[in-house]
């Protein structure tokens, strides 16, 4: 039985690991898209619907996050301006429940930078303020690309929650790397629970990534 980091924390360290969750937890917020929309994809016509997800707040104003709809949100954002049937809106929430936006239009915000499943949102400033920071929430440090390592075993901290409402950190270690279509990917030994997607990967206290879960249903009748 090894103890040692923030999973299996010895008593000393208890204290810094419950601090390093809060910060975390003070940077991260639930950001939901109202209504949907329909895609032409190929010769099929798929329908989009809106979903609820995690986020971390990154300098003030932006929110790093999951893109669930598989066409980059710039798209959905001219198509929104056009069709009959859009998303009606864009609502985020602090974790205690409270909205700091209320289906505000696709138009609030702008996409910054989108690879594979990640996607950076800028809501913009108040006042001369970052939208998020003048509602007083935190902001979590994102690091710098290619200013960390990663490896097998390394601890990292994963935003969950328990689909009711609890958001919550979760001390996991990293079981492999790996890259698919050009994006870095990491495998870690947890798996967050539906809804806690987009939710922020951090090392030393530093966000690196989001996470996302994927499902492989296996046919136990035809295999």
Request: aromatic share 10%; glycine share 10%.
């Amino acid at each position: 039985y090894d103890r040692g980091g923030c999973q299996r924390p010895w008593p000393w360290q208890q204290a810094t690991c419950s601090a390093r969750e809060e910060h975390i937890l003070n940077a991260t917020v639930r950001i939901a898209f109202h209504g949907a929309i329909e895609v032409e994809d190929g010769y099929e016509i798929q329908t989009i619907w809106g979903t609820i997800s995690h986020a971390t707040v990154i300098d003030g104003r932006h929110l790093l996050t999951h893109n669930h709809f598989g066409i980059p949100l710039s798209q959905i954002q001219i198509y929104n301006r056009y069709a009959q049937r859009g998303f009606t809106g864009v609502s985020v929430y602090r974790l205690d429940g409270s909205q700091v936006i209320d289906h505000a239009s696709l138009d609030s915000f702008t996409v910054v930078s989108q690879q594979g499943e990640t996607v950076m949102l800028d809501f913009g400033t108040v006042e001369g303020e970052g939208l998020f920071k003048s509602a007083g929430i935190a902001s979590a440090a994102a690091a710098e690309a290619n200013s960390f390592r990663l490896a097998p075993g390394i601890e990292v901290a994963v935003i969950d929650w328990d689909g009711k409402g609890h958001t919550k950190v979760v001390w996991a270690e990293v079981e492999s790397l790996y890259e698919e279509k050009g994006v870095s990917l990491m495998r870690v030994n947890h798996y967050v629970q539906v809804g806690a997607s987009g939710g922020g990967v951090f090392l030393d206290d530093q966000h690196i990534g989001n996470n996302w879960a994927r499902v492989t249903v296996d046919d136990l009748f035809n295999s």
